[in-house]
């Protein structure tokens, strides 16, 4: 398909676990964007990449979060020693040019359940 | 305060009515305002996309920004069952990240 394709769709864990999730943007398309989105609250932004670099981490929680592209295309979203506050939909979006575009394409999100 | 604010609803309309969604917004710097619709289980999706105040008209959709007052709305014409979903209003401060709100749930009665 031409849209944003993330996998697993659905994942399920125990506390402490190591989890990936990822992320396959539109052709084409140089930044990536990772969100987090909790029941009932707008996506909250993790972390934006231009290329294969990260232009903007602010938005990693602590230092069990951590987001790879190393080919500028697929990206990695890596949480160690998983927590039951870390249980959200992960979204990842992708945009031709990035900020002040105004057009973020999302994918259909990797639904994390921390047991 | 929150970055961005958005009465999270629900709320509840008959089919056909106008309907009204706002947000407003603390930081001055936002400079391009946009509204997301995402129905249950799927991700958000572009329904417009403005960067000066005043109105922009889209179908049945319209876009509302005041800078001012720091406000932005959407209002729907002719509300249709199929427009039942969560509306998500964002703001990119260009050169950051882009914002969003909480989301306000719509729900469209036949």
């Known amino acids: 398909g031409a849209g944003v394709s993330q996998t697993p769709s659905n994942k399920v864990t125990e506390k402490g676990k190591y989890v990936e999730l990822r992320c396959d943007p539109i052709s084409g398309h140089t930044a990536l964007y990772w969100y987090r989105q909790s029941l009932g609250q707008g996506p909250e932004f993790l972390i934006y990449?231009?290329?294969?670099?990260?232009?903007?981490d602010s938005g990693l929680p602590n230092d069990r979060f951590f987001a790879v592209r190393p080919e500028g295309s697929v990206s990695t979203l890596k949480i160690q020693r998983t927590e039951r506050g870390d249980s959200a939909v992960y979204l990842c979006?992708?945009?031709?040019?990035?900020?002040?575009?105004?057009?973020?394409?999302f994918g259909e999100g990797s639904r994390l359940t921390v047991l | 305060q929150k970055e961005v604010e958005q009465d999270p609803g629900p709320l509840s309309v008959p089919e056909g009515a106008i309907v009204s969604l706002n947000c407003t917004y603390s930081n001055s710097a936002f400079q391009y305002f946009m509204w997301y619709r995402q129905y249950s289980r799927k991700g958000p999706e572009l329904l417009m996309y403005t960067y000066s105040s005043g109105n922009k008209e889209d179908g049945r959709f319209t876009a509302q920004v005041d800078k001012s007052s720091k406000y932005i709305s959407l209002f729907i014409r002719d509300s249709q069952p199929s427009d039942s979903a969560t509306y998500l209003c964002a703001l990119d401060n260009y050169g950051q990240n882009f914002v969003f709100g909480p989301g306000t749930r719509l729900s469209v009665l036949p």
């Open positions: 979006a992708s945009s031709f040019q990035g900020l002040g575009t105004g057009e973020l394409f």
């Open positions: 990449f231009q290329g294969t670099g990260a232009a903007d």
